[in-house]
């Protein structure tokens, strides 16, 4: 916070200046000086909070909050390296970072997931949605702007995710991040048609 100071205006030690106003105006112009300084002081402050509300948001919206995503079966998910086109999988959950994710909001409910462990994202390896296309982890470029990594969860309660839809081409696609086994350590996750199988939901737990 910046605190103005107010100059105090010096006279010649020869000659020191005696004001010739009567008392009571000059307390009125101290009083308004004063209060001027308050004003801007007050409209500084203000613009300073304003800044806080607008910055703070929920976890999910917070850069760097970074968390597992689980799905129904209690594992993670997880790229099988921190190498670019690394298949994504289930595994036992622990402290890698590779299993910890921040979604990123592009709009709505539309979010980008990126991975604390290799800075990549989730990502359809196809540019378009069929049953059994892969999903990889993106790392580097654009990997993380482009519609391949954006999936719609249709909901903002990213706790509890029933589907996570495709956004490849920028459109909603009716196909969804899928865990064939979601039981089994080692499955590859792919794409599959959207439904309410437990396949289909996932865990924050951000």
Request: hydrophobic share 40%.
């Amino acid at each position: 916070m910046i605190v103005e100071q107010l100059s105090r205006r010096q006279g010649s030690p020869q000659a020191p200046h005696h004001s010739t106003r009567p008392a009571r105006q000059v307390g009125v112009i101290f009083t308004t000086l004063a209060m001027s300084r308050l004003a801007r002081l007050g409209a500084a402050l203000a613009l300073a909070a304003s800044f806080f509300v607008v910055q703070a948001g929920s976890p999910a919206q917070a850069a760097g909050v970074f968390a597992q995503l689980r799905t129904a079966g209690g594992l993670c998910i997880q790229p099988t390296t921190a190498a670019s086109g690394a298949p994504l999988v289930t595994a036992t959950c622990g402290t890698s970072t590779l299993q910890n994710w921040w979604p990123m909001r592009k709009s709505g409910t539309r979010y980008a997931w990126v991975n604390q462990g290799s800075g990549g994202c989730i990502y359809l390896n196809t540019n378009s949605a069929w049953n059994g296309a892969p999903i990889v982890n993106a790392v580097g470029g654009n990997s993380c702007n482009v519609s391949n990594a954006e999936w719609d969860t249709h909901t903002s309660n990213l706790q509890v995710i029933t589907k996570m839809e495709s956004r490849v081409a920028n459109r909603n696609t009716g196909f969804c991040l899928n865990s064939p086994g979601y039981g089994s350590p080692g499955d590859r996750l792919i794409l599959w048609t959207c439904s309410p199988w437990a396949n289909q939901t996932f865990f924050w737990v951000g």
